[in-house]
Each structure stands twice: as C-alpha cells, then as structure tokens.
C-alpha cells in the first residue's frame, strides 16, 4: 500500500505560480498511474492532471491546459504540478492520488494541500 504526502501549497496572487510535490512510500512508486485532483469549497472534487507509470502518457482537465504541468521523478519517488498563470478560481484543496490500474479512479489518496489565489 503506497503512502501519499503532499506539500508546497499556500497563498498566492493571481499571476503567480507554484509548485506542489508528493512524496510516495510503501510501496514501489513506478508500479502507480499518479494524478492530482482538487476540491474548492462547496464543490466535487475535480480531476486535474494524471500522469502514466512510465510518464509516457499524460493528460490534463480543461481548465488547467497549457498552465500546469505534471510529472513525476522515480529516483526520488515524487510526483511534482507545476502551476503557472494562477488565478483565484484555482483556490482550492488539491490532493496527490494514485493507482495501480487508472487514475480516473484512484484508490489512494493524500490528506491535500491548501492552495489559495488572491485577485
């Protein structure tokens, strides 16, 4: 069972960007399809990128194209989400998950890190 902790969220103004990373143990992080998700207040959560175990295949939400990047470093067994262009409607939860088979559907989860963009 692979143990998921996320880290470098915060508060920043819109423009701005930010890098979050998630550190993967228990278990061998290249046997996982890695994701991150968020979840704003009031609303579901949402699929934000995902990334293949090879890293070969990647694929990001709508709403985050051309602005984030995922991707992931198996000698140090972390996933990494860059995010540029920050707006506030980017302000929300954003977990690290992962997943033997597909991330559309992840069995492992972070607790989450906070992410808020000031206007």
């Known amino acids: 069972q692979v143990r998921l902790v996320e880290s470098g969220g915060g508060l920043v103004q819109a423009g701005s960007s930010l890098t979050l990373s998630c550190t993967a143990s228990?278990?061998?992080?290249?046997?996982?399809?890695m994701g991150w998700f968020r979840q704003a207040p009031g609303e579901g959560r949402e699929f934000v990128a995902g990334?293949?175990?090879?890293?070969?295949?990647?694929e990001y939400g709508d709403s985050v194209k051309g602005r984030f990047t995922i991707s992931r470093d198996s000698a140090k067994n972390t996933l990494y989400l860059q995010m540029n262009s920050l707006k506030p409607d980017d302000t929300a939860v954003y977990y690290c998950?992962?997943?033997?088979?597909?991330?559309?559907?992840?069995?492992?989860w972070g607790q989450g890190t906070q992410v808020t963009v000031s206007s």
């Open positions: 998950a992962a997943d033997r088979i597909t991330i559309a559907h992840p069995d492992y």
């Open positions: 228990g278990s061998t992080f290249s046997d996982y399809d």
């Open positions: 990334i293949s175990r090879s890293g070969g295949m990647i």
